[in-house]
């Protein structure tokens, strides 16, 4: 009918949308998303990129060595990324039939559930960590990377802290059968709309201190419990009336909120100062280990490539040249070695100059004051002599 139709007037009709709409949407469904071959071909892709990654990981870690390669968090959060990935995606191909995918697949396993949530982490996290060479964002990723590097020990104090505040409070109230809890109710009025009928409503809380309601009845819901006193959710004194409850919530404000995290605060400031400066630093320092990396690498080419020459043309031209020039001229005429090498005949040479500028000297001041001696043309052959001599001594 859609073939052979040559007017419109069908999909005036609102139903024939209505089908259209649904088919499209179940077309997409089964042959785009369930389809086994495209699924087939989705993983095909996965485990050749995740291989690739690992024999890229592999050459890394034997070219930089075990103790530098995982030095760095990122390099362990690839490799961590990659076998979480390989193990959930193997984990998921045991439910994986060519007739139709992962559609017998009635119940999910929360373990595959928890595997594919962590791995999709891990994965934007390794996404943005992909992102550092990048000078506008890899600044920022490495601000961070220096302030959690400088704070570690301060957070490790912090978690010392809320370790033993919870423990205090496990101890106190995982059975807590002589604190009483407050009985908090909650009144007020209903109409009935049928009736007019204005009713008196009262609500009372239902907490059980020896169920779930109570965060401190486990040890580790009690450190979470104690984290989040960092935020003001202090659940022991909204449901816990004792005088002792009150004073380790005091204490723990006080320490905790007041002092500890302030100073986190405080700290985290005078951090960002030094990592900001540092961070460009960091950055190409990076980059440059990334080229390294690249260029130590065995890669592997499919088909040969044609050797791409010299990287300048004009300026290796230029270069040997400049090599030819240096080897027609002499540089080394006022070397020091040559000075080594002639010094008697140069030191001689000059006493022979010195010895003749005397005698010139000494005439020509004989015929200056004694004027029978010499005539005027006299004097001036002899001034010129001695120019002549000084010239030469200056020429050599």
């Known amino acids: 009918m859609v073939l052979y139709e040559n007017n419109d007037d069908i999909y005036d009709n609102p139903a024939t949308e209505a089908v259209i709409n649904f088919l499209s949407w179940a077309y997409l469904n089964h042959s785009i998303i369930i389809n086994e071959r495209f699924l087939f071909a989705l993983m095909v892709i996965f485990y050749y990129l995740a291989t690739y990654q690992l024999i890229t990981e592999a050459l890394q870690l034997q070219y930089r060595g075990f103790k530098k390669y995982f030095g760095e968090i990122f ?38 559930t928890v ?27 490495y601000y961070v990377i220096i302030i959690f590097k400088t704070i570690f020990p301060f957070f490790l104090f912090m978690l010392i802290v809320m370790i033993a505040f919870a423990h205090t409070m496990f101890v106190l109230l995982r059975n807590p059968v002589q604190i009483k809890t407050k009985d908090s109710t909650f009144s007020g009025t209903a109409t009935n709309s049928l009736t007019n009928e204005t009713l008196n409503v009262e609500f009372k809380s239902d907490f059980d201190p020896t169920s779930g ?9 009690a450190i979470v419990a104690t984290y989040f006193w960092l935020s003001g959710d202090m659940v022991q004194r909204d449901e816990f009336d004792n005088w002792v409850v009150d004073a380790f919530t005091l204490i723990a404000s006080i320490v905790l909120v007041v002092v500890l995290q302030n100073m986190l605060i405080a700290f985290m400031s005078g951090v960002y100062e030094n990592a900001e400066t540092k961070g460009r630093q960091t950055l190409l320092r990076h980059q440059a280990n990334h080229i390294a990396d690249y260029e130590a690498l ?5 088909w040969g490539h044609e050797h791409q020459g010299v990287i300048n043309e004009e300026l290796e031209a230029k270069s040997t040249f400049m090599k030819q020039i240096y080897k027609k001229k002499c540089l080394d005429e006022r070397s020091i070695m040559k000075y080594n090498d002639c010094f008697k005949s140069e030191i001689k040479e000059i006493s022979i100059i010195k010895n003749e500028l005397n005698d010139k000297i000494e005439r020509l001041n004989k015929k200056i004051h004694d004027p029978k001696k010499g005539t005027d043309d006299e004097i001036k052959n002899e001034i010129k002599e001695f120019d002549n001599i000084i010239i030469k001594k200056l020429e050599n």
Do not use: A, C, K
């Open 115 to 141: 595997g594919i949530s962590f791995s999709i982490f891990l994965l934007w996290i390794e996404l943005i960590f992909y992102l550092r060479p990048i000078p506008g964002i890899g600044n920022y990723i």
């Open 213 to 221: 309601d109570n965060p401190f009845t486990s040890f580790s819901q």
């Open 298 to 302: 065995h890669h592997i080419h499919f």
């Open 75 to 112: 390099n362990i959060v690839d490799m961590v990324s990659i076998m979480l990935s390989v193990s959930v995606m193997s984990m998921m191909l045991r439910n994986f039939n060519f007739p139709d995918g992962f559609g017998s697949v009635e119940e999910i396993d929360m373990r595959t």
